[in-house]
């Protein structure tokens, strides 16, 4: 059987994360499953490279930005297949270039347009668990491109006698429940306004392109 698994940025968070996410994918493998695992960067760490990048030029070319951001995938795939060698599970992690998925041309928001399936199976087909980098592709100039995602927010008010973090933990359990909510960057909430009968928040996630209506409403 063929068995996909997608995990955020916060699943390969640290150290302990990465190894918790290899023995379960490992678990799978040994009972004779194919495995494919797509990853996000690491915890923050898009959040972080973007930040980075505005200390050198607030306003960055998209083009440099997507090189940038798509090296964030790369270090996590890279460390999930040393995890796995450590545990004699044969694995091997691709980036977008190399598996290679096609892209629409526009940088910072380009859709995806297809996969080849070549890589994949012949690494299949050896036996090893396939690592893919998430949230990239490469365009027909071959440069790299980073899959559009956009924000959604949501204003909602509270009773002034509903405690502050008690309102955030509610929302954070209703994104987290919510399907299509991305990991990378994480959901927020933060306290907006004061209002005549209540205190009013705005809840921020991001999705991918694709599915910003779904979660939306």
């Not at 302990?16 to 009972?31: D, G, L, M, Q, S």
């Not at 004779?32 to 960055?60: H, R, W």
């Not at 995602?149 to 309102?167: F, G, H, I, K």
Request: proline share 3%; aromatic share 8%.
């Amino acid at each position: 059987m063929l068995i996909v698994k997608k995990f955020g940025g916060t699943s390969v968070g640290d150290k302990e994360r990465i190894f918790n996410v290899a023995r379960r994918c490992a678990e799978e493998y040994r009972k004779g499953n194919d495995i494919i695992v797509v990853l996000s960067a690491m915890g923050k760490s898009t959040d972080e490279l973007i930040a980075l990048a505005q200390t050198i030029n607030p306003n960055p070319p998209k083009r440099e930005l997507d090189m940038l951001l798509t090296t964030g995938e790369q270090v996590s795939t890279a460390l999930m297949a040393m995890a796995f060698d450590t545990m004699d599970v044969p694995a091997v992690s691709l980036n977008a270039f190399q598996v290679a998925m096609h892209t629409t041309r526009v940088h910072g928001n380009a859709r995806l347009k297809r996969i080849d399936t070549d890589r994949i199976m012949h690494e299949l087909e050896h036996r090893r668990i396939v690592i893919v980098t998430g949230f990239q592709g490469v365009n027909k100039y071959d440069n790299y491109t980073t899959l559009g995602r956009r924000r959604v927010a949501w204003t909602l008010s509270a009773s002034y006698d509903a405690p502050t973090e008690t309102v955030k933990a509610a929302c954070r359990r209703a994104l987290a429940a919510t399907e299509n909510v991305l990991e990378d960057p994480a959901p927020a909430v933060r306290l907006s306004a004061y209002g005549d009968s209540g205190i009013e928040y705005t809840v921020y996630c991001w999705a991918a392109a694709e599915d910003y209506w779904e979660v939306h409403f």
